[in-house]
């Protein structure tokens, strides 16, 4: 019963096999089957085609027990299996003479009959299994299993070319290929021809493609004869080729005698054999130019599709018409051949690869005790070599930019171990040799250069949203990535010449400014100084020089020298600024001190002197006679420092708009509110009278086209009133002033007598 139903399972899915080559000839079905082979590609024509037919994106398939035995993953509930034919031999008892094992002869009775023995055979058969892709199972993660794709710039091309070239059956040559053709296959001199100065993928394309034409199509032979072979025949009718290319049949009849017209393989299944014309020669010679251009692409698609090689550009929207005219059988034919020489390339291409990348490695090993160069996925490189004075390491981002460097004095070590050690310590998993490191070290110095442009690139001080309105964001950009590469060219630097505890800053200097204007090296100190105004390790001088330097206003954190040890770039920053003013007092020889002065911002005020001519006869005023400057009570001291901390904050809001940084004390805003204190202007009041003037400074040169406000003075202008005593003269002339008083005159009686 179970047999009868393995059988009809058999049988259902042939039909489906002779339906699904009927529909397979359709553009992008016919690429489907392609891709699927290039990843099942020993997998039988059948298996491929049926793998192809129920899950094209298939990429690793297994049986239900076997993804929990060999992986340990299982298969997800709900999915269904591919349904696939699987070898299923039996075992069978038959009859068949006792052989001489001296003679290799069969063994005769007393009679001369030869003797006959049972023997346990087993018998070729088949039957549907169903298997799963990975991506129908979850659990345990899967070793990685992608062959390496060979995108744009092969990486390995070297060794893979010359895989292809020894896998070629006639010679590879580089010529100029009038007409546009990038290759071609000559028949006569039996040679392939690829266009010269191609890419590294196309060139590999190309070759695959004439490799194929040169396996599939030998020269045309003007008389093709029909050709001899025996096949192996099981019990189930299952037809393999044992031998071909006899001349005859008397030739094949013989070479099956020779094997008593049976044959057992290597699983010690008995097949009878047959002798039949082979008429393949024939046919290959018929074959026109379109079949074999159709198994050329289909065989380099099928290829390229294995090792990842960019295939957009192939195209299979003829192939419909190309299989209208044929019959099942030579569609059948044609397939086969694909798959059979696409097999045999990639398997070819597979271990003659191997061969030569183990010979480069083993040729690398001799490089590894002076220089070397690992890789980890996604993290970066590390590359050491030796020098004069020990290691010289050097490690680089993902896009083989440089991050950090240094010199090793372990002379103990090899490269390899140095770097393997470095790997260790920056977390980078699992790392491999780089195998071309002279190609390595050229991507490396083509990723590092420094535009030599950048030299002479003015640094833009203006916002991003301005050089927008005012057409100047190509100015804005370039300045800005002059400015990025400047901050890493500094970290380098400091890197490089820093050995044994010292820093060489006279080194470091010189290989930064060769590169980059001492304004930008300027600009990109005093960036990274002030965004890290809190960190005690850089002087207060420098912070003071670098608070009084205009720096771009935008992205700003995106040029600050950030990767050295903020003491080393201390050193350098003093370095550079003592190199800087002995430069400027070099060129300010000769000039007038004033003007020199007024140019570096360094006049502050102005005094202005009144000289007063006095008569010769006025007595020039006494010492104590003349004004002392006032002395600030302590609550006239505590308003100073509570104006100037609020001016500070209202000049910073001017200059930087929302990039100001500077803010004012709460304890200031208490003070002047307790004391009732205003500014109006250039005016400090308090209660209303004037307290202070403010003398405002600006800076002599512009930024962001005006010029910014410094620090401001305060002079005190409070009034004092004084009560004067007046003078004695004062005195005398306000009595004199008034009228005088005279008293009263006595008056006089007579006495009059009257008689």
Same mark, same amino acid.
């Given at each position: 019963?179970?047999?009868? %139903?393995? !059988?009809?399972? =058999?049988?259902?899915?042939? $039909? ?5 080559? &009927? *529909? #397979? ?97 087993? %018998?070729? !058969?088949?039957? =549907?299994?169903?298997?799963? $892709? ?5 659990? &345990? *993660? #899967? ?114 005698? &020779? ?497």
């Amino acid at each position: 019963m179970a047999e009868n %139903r393995n !059988a009809q399972q =058999v049988r259902e899915i042939t $039909d489906r096999l002779e339906q699904g080559i &009927k *529909e #397979l000839f359709e553009s992008e079905r016919f690429k489907e089957y392609l891709r699927t082979m290039s990843k099942f590609y020993n997998y039988s024509f059948n298996n491929t085609l049926l793998i192809a037919m129920q899950k094209p994106e298939a990429t690793l398939i297994a049986g239900y027990t076997a993804w929990q035995r060999n992986f340990d993953r299982h298969v997800m509930k709900g999915e269904k299996g591919i349904r696939i034919l699987a070898p299923a031999p039996y075992k069978a008892k038959v009859e068949k003479e006792k052989i001489d094992p001296k003679t290799q002869k069969p063994m005769l009775d007393k009679d001369g009959k030869p003797i006959t023995e049972t023997v346990e055979v087993m %018998r070729p !058969a088949f039957k =549907v299994v169903s298997v799963f $892709d990975v991506s129908q199972t979850e659990g &345990k *993660e #899967l070793p990685d299993i992608v062959v390496d794709e060979l995108t744009g710039s092969v990486e390995n091309y070297a060794a893979f070319f010359e895989a292809l070239r020894q896998e070629s059956p006639v010679p590879i040559a580089f010529e100029d290929i009038s007409g546009g053709a990038k290759g071609y296959y000559h028949l006569e001199d039996r040679r392939i021809a690829i266009q010269e100065g191609m890419s590294e993928v196309q060139t590999v394309k190309t070759a695959i493609h004439e490799i194929a034409h040169a396996k599939l199509h030998a020269l045309d032979q003007p008389e093709v004869k029909p050709e001899w072979k025996v096949v192996m025949v099981s019990e189930g009718g299952t037809r393999k080729e044992l031998m071909t290319g006899l001349a005859s049949e008397q030739e094949a009849n013989e070479a099956a005698e &020779k094997l008593d017209w049976r044959y057992v393989d290597e699983n010690q299944f008995e097949w009878r054999l047959e002798v039949e014309e082979d008429d393949t020669p024939v046919q290959e010679a018929k074959k026109d130019r379109h079949t074999k251009e159709v198994e050329a692409e289909a065989v380099a698609y099928t290829v390229c599709q294995r090792y990842g090689i960019e295939t957009s550009d192939y195209s299979f929207g003829y192939i419909a018409g190309w299989s209208s005219d044929k019959e099942t059988k030579e569609l059948k034919g044609s397939l086969e051949t694909i798959r059979r020489t696409a097999a045999e390339m990639i398997g070819s291409i597979d271990e003659k690869l191997k061969v030569l990348t183990a010979e480069q490695e083993k040729e690398n090993d001799q490089k590894w005790d002076t220089a070397v160069a690992l890789e980890s996925d996604g993290k970066g490189f590390i590359e050491v070599h030796e020098t004069d004075e020990g290691y010289d390491y050097s490690i680089y981002s993902p896009d083989k930019k440089l991050m950090d460097g240094g010199v090793l004095e372990d002379t103990y070590q090899t490269a390899y171990q140095i770097a393997v050690s470095l790997c260790e310590e920056n977390g980078f998993a699992q790392p491999s040799i780089v195998t071309d490191y002279d190609a390595f070290l050229e991507q490396v110095e083509a990723a590092n250069e420094v535009k030599s442009s950048y030299r002479d690139v003015a640094v833009y001080y203006e916002t991003a949203n301005y050089a927008y309105e005012a057409g100047e964001l190509d100015q804005c950009r370039t300045s800005r990535d002059a400015n990025m590469a400047c901050a890493a060219a500094i970290e380098i630097a400091i890197s490089a010449n820093y050995a044994d505890n010292r820093l060489s800053t006279e080194a470091a200097l010189s290989d930064v400014l060769a590169r980059f204007s001492p304004e930008r090296v300027q600009c990109v100190l005093a960036n990274t100084i002030q965004q890290k105004k809190h960190d005690g390790r850089i002087s207060p001088q420098l912070k003071e020089w670098a608070g009084a330097i205009t720096v771009p206003p935008d992205d700003r954190t995106g040029f600050i020298v950030d990767k050295v040890n903020p003491g080393l770039l201390n050193l350098f920053a003093s370095s550079f600024r003592q190199q800087m003013d002995l430069a400027d007092r070099e060129a300010d020889k000769g000039r007038d001190p004033e003007v020199v002065a007024w140019e570096r911002d360094e006049i502050t005020s102005f005094t202005v002197t009144v000289n007063e001519v006095q008569s010769p006869c006025v007595a020039p005023p006494t010492e104590a006679a003349a004004s002392k400057p006032h002395r600030l009570t302590p609550e006239e001291k505590k308003i100073k420092e509570a104006v100037m901390d609020t001016l500070k904050a209202q000049i910073s809001r001017s200059n930087d708009g929302m990039m100001a940084t500077y803010r004012s004390s709460e304890q200031s805003f208490k003070v002047m509110m307790e004391y009732k204190v205003r500014i109006t202007g250039n005016t400090v009041t308090q209660n209303g009278e004037p307290l202070f003037a403010i003398h405002r400074r600006h800076s002599s040169r512009k930024t962001q086209g005006c010029y910014r406000e410094l620090t401001p003075t305060l002079e005190y202008i409070r009034r004092e009133q004084k009560q004067e005593k007046p003078s004695i003269r004062d005195h005398l002339k306000a009595a004199k002033a008034q009228p005088e008083r005279k008293a009263p005159s006595k008056t006089k009686k007579h006495e009059m007598g009257l008689e």
